[in-house]
């Protein structure tokens, strides 16, 4: 493997890093197609060959450590892939209103020498602790390599993530990604460019000759065209094609669309093979125990119709991307939904009259998972996951820039960025 000058000098810091005993944090920061993997890669490479050493690759979603599982397929690397919750045993658990990370099961994290995490940019506050408490522990022999992107999106409702803090850590700049030859790395780095000089980005028509890469700009009816065409194959082969978007309307529209033009106008609710999203953390009847979190993709295997809590509901068994065991969720009937309602408004009033019930209207909320299809996603929701080409919307993103103040600027670009850096290929930007 032929590493640049650049990715030498961050192997050779790495390997130091690996070599001193006192340091436990390493960050590798770099922009898309600078060779983080590459060079991680290659660092995992003599660890495993030359000393022997436990290696375990994890992200902070499971859609991220599938990318990763990919890599290391291809790559030939005989490594563990997980996430970081699952590295450290943690769980979300509801708390009142607020869900929080707790441990809920032993922590892997002994068992390895060297812990890459991906997808840094991702990691909030509240992880950060935690990993930083499981690196502090006296008898913590593991080591931890963050990788991750600075110009991604902060995690939500915070601002950048303090991952990207650490001391000891080298910058990745040189672009040197096969095909370096696609426009859609030029495109990226004037979008990074726009982040620094707080400018709104313009998207471009920048492609190859054959227009088969780079970006591609679109009327919205040429988008949705495209994508009907594209998702004909979505079960099996869900990465190929993605529509982002930046609000949950046009998110919702898309995915009518597209459903529509896959199973016909008479599909019913749900069917065995499709594929959804989980639009909030799914609650176990306990009340405190997340079924599965939100933003997980899963296929449904089977449907059945029952009764719970009181309620006619669809049984939903579903294999969760990324989870060996399927999960079972309960999704609120249609013919519920105006009794549903009308309880929650009762409730609302209640505990309006008496703060001692607002437990018991928020617990009610949640009594049935959230789910809708993923043709289009939120750029939000997207993060971590790799499509062979992706249509963005940009008339939506356009949205974000409001009345074009410093913060709405930097969020638009991000957004642009976030959404732009999906594709392997191509991107294809509703612009009017």
């Known amino acids: 493997m032929l590493l640049t000058e ?16 006192e340091k436990k944090l390493f960050l590798l920061a770099g922009y898309p197609g600078t ?25 902070p979603t499971n859609k991220a450590v599938a990318v990763l599982k990919q890599m290391a397929s291809e790559q030939g690397l005989r490594v563990d892939c997980m996430t970081v919750h699952q590295l450290l045993g943690l769980s979300l658990v509801k708390r009142d209103k607020e869900k929080a990370l707790e441990r809920t099961s032993p922590s892997y994290l002994e068992l390895f020498d060297l812990v890459v995490v991906d997808e840094c940019s991702m990691v909030n506050r509240d992880l950060w602790n935690w990993i930083q408490q499981a690196v502090s522990n006296l008898w913590c022999r593991s080591k931890i390599v963050l990788m991750g992107d600075p110009a991604q999106l902060n995690p939500v409702n915070e601002p950048k993530s303090l991952s990207f803090t650490v001391q000891d850590k080298v910058i990745l700049t040189q672009i040197v990604r096969q095909g370096d030859d696609n426009p859609l790395l030029d495109v990226l780095k004037r979008c990074r460019l726009a982040i620094k000089q707080r400018s709104p980005f313009q998207p471009l028509m920048h492609t190859t000759e054959d227009r088969q890469s780079g970006m591609v700009l679109v009327n919205s009816t040429t ?68 079924v599965l979190p939100t933003s997980i993709e899963f296929a449904i295997t089977n449907i059945e119709e029952q009764r719970y809590e009181g309620y006619c509901t669809w049984c939903l068994t579903v294999l969760p991307e990324g989870y060996e065991a399927e999960r079972q969720l309960y999704v609120l009937h249609e013919d519920e939904q105006l009794r549903f309602d009308s309880e929650s408004q009762r409730l609302l009033s209640d505990a309006k ?48 820039l409001g009345d074009g103040d410093r913060s709405s600027i930097r969020e638009y670009n991000r957004l642009f960025y976030v959404g732009a850096s999906r594709a392997k290929r191509r991107v294809l930007v509703a612009w009017s």
Request: hydrophobic fraction near 35%; glycine fraction near 6%; proline fraction near 3%.
């Open 6 to 21: 650049q990715q030498q000098t961050a192997v050779r810091a790495l390997q130091h890093f690996l070599s001193d005993d």
């Open 35 to 59: 060779g983080k993997s590459t060079t991680i890669v290659q660092v995992v490479r003599l660890l495993i060959a030359g000393a022997g050493l436990k290696v375990v690759l994890t992200a």
């Open 223 to 290: 988008l949705l065209n495209y994508a009907c065409k594209r998702v004909q194959q979505f079960e099996q082969e869900p990465n190929r094609f993605r529509v982002l978007c930046w609000t949950n309307k046009r998110v919702d529209y898309y995915n009518r669309s597209l459903r529509r033009q896959l199973y016909g106008n008479h599909a019913p609710r749900f069917l065995v093979g499709e594929r959804l999203i989980t639009m909030e953390s799914a609650i176990a009847p306990d009340g405190k125990t997340v």
């Open 353 to 400: 009259r008496n703060p001692f019930l607002w437990r018991r209207y928020y617990r009610h909320l949640e009594t049935f998972a959230q789910v809708r299809p993923c043709f289009a996603l939120t750029v939000h929701n997207s993060q971590g996951s790799t499509f062979e080409e992706v249509g963005i919307d940009g008339d939506d993103l356009r949205k974000r």
